[in-house]
């Protein structure tokens, strides 16, 4: 099976500006979570999506948003970009609900 | 609040030796305790997970410890290789949440 994609892999936005990353899950898995590395918060969970619904959220103010299409794929978007929001974002996901999550390999987004 | 922490930020060790990394967590609620490894550019890999209700879990050369009096969780690494270097993580995962709460991670170094 393919693993977890992420597109794009870099992206330099400038500050103000709105952003959508892309995330295709592993074939048949349902469960698509989003997460945010940064070197001095480390990985913190953003949001989850089963079946089109959003199941659970992170404390990540409003203009982090995100979805999830009926095959699975899932996008997440973060309006009026800020210097802090430079960081990897990490899609995982799993079949349903399981600890084991297979990640991607990230965007690498940069805030100018 | 919900953290899970790790005491040592690096750890070097000889190859062939074995690798003991720890971790704290604040959580008693937490259905599952969970190890993912990540190399550079890439995203975390899942290793081995243990249930809240057990102790003890050995996979692959790897065995997962679990004190809940004192709440902590270790993972150790036998005949440590080149390749196991990478930063490790450890997290705790929520059923009711489907979500993963990391620790800062360990970088492992493993010296040839």
């Known amino acids: 099976k393919a693993g977890v994609t992420q597109t794009p892999r870099y992206l330099i936005k400038t500050r103000g500006q709105q952003v959508t990353l892309s995330c295709s899950p592993i074939?048949?898995?349902?469960?698509v979570s989003w997460y945010q590395q940064t070197p001095g918060q480390g990985l913190q969970f953003l949001f989850e999506?089963?079946?089109?619904?959003?199941?659970n959220k992170g404390n990540f103010p409003g203009r982090f948003s995100g979805r999830q299409f009926s095959n699975s794929r899932s996008e997440m978007n973060v309006s009026t970009l800020e210097l802090g929001d430079s960081a990897l974002y990490l899609c995982?996901?799993?079949?349903?609900?399981?600890?084991?999550?297979?990640f991607g390999p990230g965007t690498r987004l940069t805030v100018t | 609040g919900e953290s899970v922490g790790l005491h040592l930020p690096t750890l070097s060790v000889q190859e062939g030796d074995n690798s003991i990394i720890n971790c704290a967590y604040s959580?008693?609620?937490?259905?599952?305790f969970i190890w993912y490894k990540q190399e550079s550019g890439k995203g975390p890999q899942f290793i081995i997970d243990?249930?809240?209700?057990?102790d003890k879990r050995q996979g692959q050369r790897v065995t997962v410890l679990l004190n809940k009096t004192v709440k902590h969780l270790s993972l150790q690494i036998a005949a440590t290789q080149p390749g196991d270097s990478a930063v490790y993580f450890c997290?705790?995962?929520?059923?009711?949440?489907?979500?993963?709460?990391f620790g800062q991670g360990t970088e492992l170094s493993v010296k040839p």
């Open positions: 995982a996901s799993s079949p349903s609900f399981r600890p084991e999550q297979y």
């Open positions: 997290a705790d995962f929520y059923n009711q949440g489907g979500k993963l709460i």
């Open positions: 959580n008693s609620a937490s259905d599952y």
């Open positions: 243990i249930r809240s209700n057990m």
């Open positions: 074939s048949g898995h349902r469960s």
């Open positions: 999506y089963f079946s089109e619904t959003q199941r």
